[in-house]
């Protein structure tokens, strides 16, 4: 599958990522109360390369809606943020204990564990800072909060990596059916939960009508589902060295994983399907939503 | 020292007790998208026992402005999360390596290394939810959130955290005065920026004029710090029944500490005269603040 996006698509992701970049860069300053190895590691995690998926998500749905990128960008800002922790956490030795993300030692390699810890948890911190002290008004600030917040907690993306450990561990013993019931819900909190709160919160900002946010909601479930399907593709075919970390550890792993589960022509069936009915969803937001529509299709023929 | 605070005091930290502890475990029922040993852990290292300092000090602040209980109760209960998580992170074998916490095991030891992590983190996103969803209005809570991150994370909480580790590691090659600087710092971040925000969140539910809300901060500074003294005094000479963790450990572990740094003696007279200043603070808000007031000579004297 090649990667072929429209031109005008890529310059504009390009244009946006450096702005979230350069913000990134901005919100992750310390006063000396922070010990230098502590902001070290906060800003090695999070400003080293990435898609910066999740913030762009935010300011193209603000967009979609009406909304400025300048309004939008702390909350893109701050769910990169929550990104980046988890990605810390979740590449501990406890945890699924990664030594390369993004090409490179993960941070508790480059660091040590209990900086990993520390800097994993201030980023946390720091993005519900960062809405809270610079989006407004009040209002959409609580709003926005209360959603990152819900996606990012027990009942979202921790409950999907906690999910993701005890099917793991129970693998084995689950029939295929079930397999694929449970790989939904662990997708749908893992990423799916900060998918869709990327999307509702560049609505917010934007604010977008009730059939608005419905519509990016939509987008959002079916698109990040797909995404992560493909995640599972590019871990059974793709090279360690496109993918920036260790690949065929689920299979490794006996982790649960939709090419395991159904294998990989249905696999990549329900991608094409996902992505399909995510951009029909957006009916509602008319050509506004082109950006999204095409970030969509570039989601569903990445090859890293 | 023997503990003997007025009767009236006792009572009515007793009744708020209960109140921060029933709110406490509504606010940790969770849906279903949430893992059963998830929510298990995050139930067991926060409905145990404690003594709830935290949240009773943004109740009391609340109280001393002329506010109600029931509108600060998101923010303590909150404020009481946020601490939970900081006890389960730090006791992590990556951090102090702790088995024994109020008398139990820890988290991790309870449960296990992932779920500790995962645990920490989700109490941390439902503090952050607590208030972004259940105190009012907007800009309030708004104010109390950018409050309550900022002292959790990089230059407050998590900071204090990183200081002491990378102190404990310095340590014999630094000089008392020196020490004796570089531990008030630490302990500013560690304690004393959840007592000043736990303070401040309670004036700003009460509409604390400025001249109030810098009286709370002043107190809660100068009691914080003597709390912090007091626990090192205990660590020295506590039992660790009475303490419900390990004592002594810092002296072991080659950790800087203020009995360490200026002696007994004068550890005790710092406790005293920062406990005098806490409450000379609290002239502005008049004989509302007895409670506040009562609170500090307890903890002073506390041997638990």
Aim: net charge negative; aromatic share 4%.
């Amino acid at each position: 599958m090649a990667v072929s996006p429209p031109m005008a698509f890529t310059e504009r992701a390009e244009q946006l990522r450096d702005e979230i970049n350069q913000a990134l860069a901005t919100q992750l300053r310390f006063s000396d109360n922070c010990p230098a190895p502590l902001a070290e590691a906060v800003r090695y995690a999070t400003l080293g390369p990435g898609k910066r998926l999740r913030p762009m998500l935010v300011l193209l749905a603000s967009e979609s809606c009406g909304g400025s990128v300048a309004r939008a960008l702390p909350a893109a800002v701050a769910i990169e943020m929550v990104h980046a922790y988890s990605l810390i956490h979740d590449d501990l030795p406890a945890m699924d204990d990664d030594d390369l993300r993004r090409g490179r030692p993960t941070c508790h390699r480059a660091f040590d564990e209990a900086t990993a810890i520390l800097a994993g948890d201030a980023l946390l911190s720091r993005a519900f800072e960062l809405i809270a002290s610079q989006l407004g008004p009040a209002d959409v600030a609580v709003a926005c909060l209360s959603i990152l917040a819900q996606a990012a907690g027990a009942e979202g993306m921790v409950g999907g990596q906690m999910q993701d450990l005890l099917a793991t561990a129970t693998y084995e013993e689950s029939e295929n059916a079930h397999c694929e019931q449970r790989l939904e819900s662990i997708h749908r909190c893992k990423t799916g939960a900060l998918f869709v709160a990327a999307l509702r919160m560049g609505g917010l900002v934007a604010s977008a009508s009730a059939e608005e946010l419905a519509a990016l909601t939509a987008y959002g479930e079916n698109v990040g589902l797909a995404f992560q399907i493909v995640d599972d593709l590019l871990d059974v075919g793709g090279s360690e060295d496109q993918m920036g970390k260790r690949v065929q550890k689920d299979d490794s792993q006996g982790k649960l994983t939709f090419p395991g589960a159904v294998g990989v022509a249905e696999s990549k069936a329900r991608v094409a399907a996902l992505i399909q009915q995510g951009c029909d969803a957006l009916g509602p937001l008319g050509s506004r939503a082109d950006c999204l529509r095409e970030l969509a299709a570039y989601l569903g023929e990445r090859n890293s």
